[in-house]
């Protein structure tokens, strides 16, 4: 059986002339998938979105938010008509100065989830906190009263 291999013009290539570095870099350019690339810019901002488990906890609604390398400073969080909002916005600049050269990079990362709460919570009992580099909410449900027994009369 035969098998397909190809060549990319190495120093012992008879064929080698001055534009095959040049071909051969433009074949592995188009190589890499370059036209999937929009598809995978999209991957990365769909990744920026944390993570996020919601259990039900009986008496309780516990959500996790895996945001790790943040500040508790870092966070929003915001309550208004029945929808709970997370939101995150960090902005980040490093400069190196050596003898030579100054570089600064720039780092900006934000997110925002928001979640539709349902009627048997209690929204003003809602307590947070960052442990670990995960955000954890607790979400309260209402007390449910015991139905009152009615004695119904005969006439």
């Given at each position: 059986?035969?098998?397909?291999?190809?060549?990319?013009g190495?120093?012992?290539?008879?064929?080698?002339?001055?534009?095959?570095?040049?071909?051969?870099?433009?074949?592995?350019?188009?190589?890499?998938?370059?036209?999937?690339?929009?598809?995978?810019?999209?991957?990365?901002?769909?990744?920026?979105?944390p993570?996020?488990?919601?259990?039900?906890?009986?008496?309780?609604?516990l959500?996790?938010?895996?945001?790790?390398?943040?500040?508790?400073?870092d966070?929003?969080?915001?309550?208004?008509?029945?929808?709970?909002?997370?939101?995150s916005?960090?902005?980040?600049?490093?400069?190196?100065?050596?003898?030579?050269?100054?570089?600064?990079?720039?780092?900006?990362?934000?997110?925002?989830?928001?979640?539709?709460?349902?009627?048997?919570v209690?929204?003003?009992?809602?307590?947070?906190?960052?442990?670990?580099?995960?955000?954890?909410?607790?979400?309260?449900?209402?007390?449910?009263?015991?139905?009152?027994?009615?004695?119904?009369n005969?006439?």
């Amino acid at each position: 059986m035969a098998n397909l291999t190809r060549r990319n013009g190495g120093a012992s290539s008879p064929s080698r002339s001055i534009f095959s570095d040049f071909f051969s870099d433009v074949d592995r350019f188009f190589d890499k998938d370059f036209f999937l690339m929009p598809m995978q810019v999209g991957r990365q901002f769909q990744g920026s979105v944390p993570a996020v488990n919601i259990k039900d906890k009986g008496k309780e609604y516990l959500i996790e938010v895996a945001a790790p390398g943040m500040k508790k400073e870092d966070f929003n969080i915001d309550m208004e008509e029945g929808m709970l909002t997370i939101s995150s916005q960090k902005e980040e600049e490093k400069t190196e100065d050596k003898e030579n050269y100054k570089r600064r990079e720039y780092n900006y990362s934000s997110f925002s989830r928001s979640f539709s709460l349902p009627e048997n919570v209690q929204p003003e009992d809602i307590k947070a906190r960052y442990e670990d580099g995960v955000l954890k909410l607790t979400v309260p449900k209402k007390q449910e009263q015991a139905k009152a027994k009615k004695k119904i009369n005969i006439d």
